[in-house]
């Protein structure tokens, strides 16, 4: 039987290379409040993390698609005052950069925003740390569906067997699994 080395490791980052839950939803509760829309954090972190911000936004009664956007764009711009909460999983990323270092390749790939990705990753100051970042708005179909895996690997030239991902919830975990790759579950 032939052996696959592995050469790709997928990552997703909201809740599985860093803690960003506490961070995100302060940021939301703070720009619904700016709308007149009240949210707990408890609510927000049990029904909506991990949602694209459209579709939760849509998910509170937003329907007009103008201020979705100008939401979207003010939760980008406040989220940044939140990051005192963030927590980076250290053996995760220490795995990451170890594979790297080997000749490995890592990507990131999230439903979240560009934008908030980078702000991360600057202010944790992993710069340099990733290969390629795959974002939500790239990619047509959100997971559970698990284009962002597949276009990944694609953009790589690797086959799923040569590739294993780290997820954290329950639509990433069914991506994960539907790309025919191997897959972890991370819980920080």
């Known amino acids: 039987?032939?052996?696959?080395?592995?050469?790709?490791?997928?990552?997703?980052?909201?809740?599985?290379?860093?803690?960003t839950r506490r961070a995100n939803a302060r940021a939301y509760i703070a720009t619904l409040a700016e709308a007149g829309i009240r949210i707990d954090e408890e609510t927000y972190l049990a029904r909506y993390f991990g949602m694209r911000c459209n579709e939760f936004l849509?998910?509170?009664?937003?329907?007009?698609a103008a201020e979705r956007e100008w939401l979207r764009l003010r939760k980008i711009a406040l989220y940044p005052s939140f990051f005192d909460s963030l927590r980076l999983n250290e053996p995760l990323w220490n795995f990451c950069r170890s594979f790297r270092a080997q000749g490995g390749r890592v990507?990131?790939?999230s439903t979240g925003s560009r934008a908030n990705i980078d702000h991360v990753i600057r202010h944790l100051g992993l710069e340099g740390g990733f290969d390629g970042i795959l974002s939500g708005l790239e990619i047509e179909r959100p997971k559970p569906a698990p284009d962002c895996f597949l276009e990944a690997m694609r953009r790589e030239g690797c086959t799923p067997r040569e590739t294993v991902i780290f997820e954290d919830s329950a639509v990433g975990l069914a991506a994960a699994e539907a790309s025919g790759a191997a897959y972890f579950k991370v819980e920080m």
């Open 107 to 109: 990507w990131i790939v």
């Open 1 to 19: 039987m032939a052996t696959h080395p592995i050469r790709l490791i997928l990552t997703d980052f909201d809740g599985t290379l860093v803690d």
């Open 58 to 64: 849509t998910a509170m009664g937003i329907g007009d």
